[in-house]
């Protein structure tokens, strides 16, 4: 799979233009957005990581096999990025998601953590228009006994709010657990 940076939005005018489907990444801070990027391209540094909370604060571009984005959003819910921030990040999310090319929102959560009221916000706003693809990251940090009950309550919490969702995945990036079916599922239709 080949793949490379392309570019990155601070502002909505710094969008890049709407050429090709994308593959929308977004998740609270420190749910793992990068390291998942980096698993399903089957690279190491393409998407920087951070033990850091908030430290994406663009919109990352990533050109996959020529023909497709994956555009890693800025992690939400992290409070010392202050109201400023928060303002910013909101206007451009606001813009990026009227985007006709979103091919897929990959909605990532920490299965290890409750739902709140910003996460069924953000995905019921997310699912508005098109349905989500719900990611719980971190699976490792589980007992395998506990995976398929998160999955199925995070689920179900989702649903009973409102929240349209087409496909939910499991995955441990470290472990690379669930990552080859995801890719599978956002690179269906190519070579």
């Known amino acids: ?16 233009p709407e050429d090709l489907p994308e593959i929308a990444v977004i998740g609270r801070s420190n749910c793992g957005k990068s390291s998942l990027i980096n698993a399903v391209l089957n690279r190491k540094d393409l998407a920087r990581t ?10 990352n571009f990533f050109l996959v096999n020529s023909k497709d984005l994956i555009v890693d ?5 992290f409070s010392a ?4 921030a ?7 999310l606001n813009t990026y998601f009227k985007r006709r090319t979103i091919r897929n929102k990959l909605f990532l959560m ?29 699976a490792d940090k589980l007992p395998q006994s506990k995976v398929k009950p998160a999955l ?10 409102g929240v349209d ?19 599978s599922y956002l690179f269906r239709s190519e070579d």
């Open 1 to 16: 799979m080949d793949s490379r940076y392309l570019t990155s939005a601070q502002k909505p005018q710094q969008l890049p």
């Open 50 to 59: 951070s033990s850091t909370p908030g430290r994406t604060q663009m919109a």
């Open 73 to 77: 959003l800025p992690g939400y819910g």
């Open 81 to 84: 990025t202050g109201k400023g």
């Open 86 to 92: 928060r303002k910013h990040w909101q206007e451009l």
């Open 110 to 138: 920490d299965i290890r953590r409750n739902i709140n009221e910003e996460d069924y916000d953000l995905a019921a706003f997310m699912s508005t228009h098109s349905p989500i693809d719900l990611v719980l990251t971190k």
């Open 152 to 161: 199925d309550k995070h689920l179900a919490s989702f649903v009973s709010r």
């Open 165 to 183: 969702v087409a496909s939910s995945f499991v995955i441990s990036s470290t472990k690379k657990k669930g990552i080859e079916k995801l890719r």
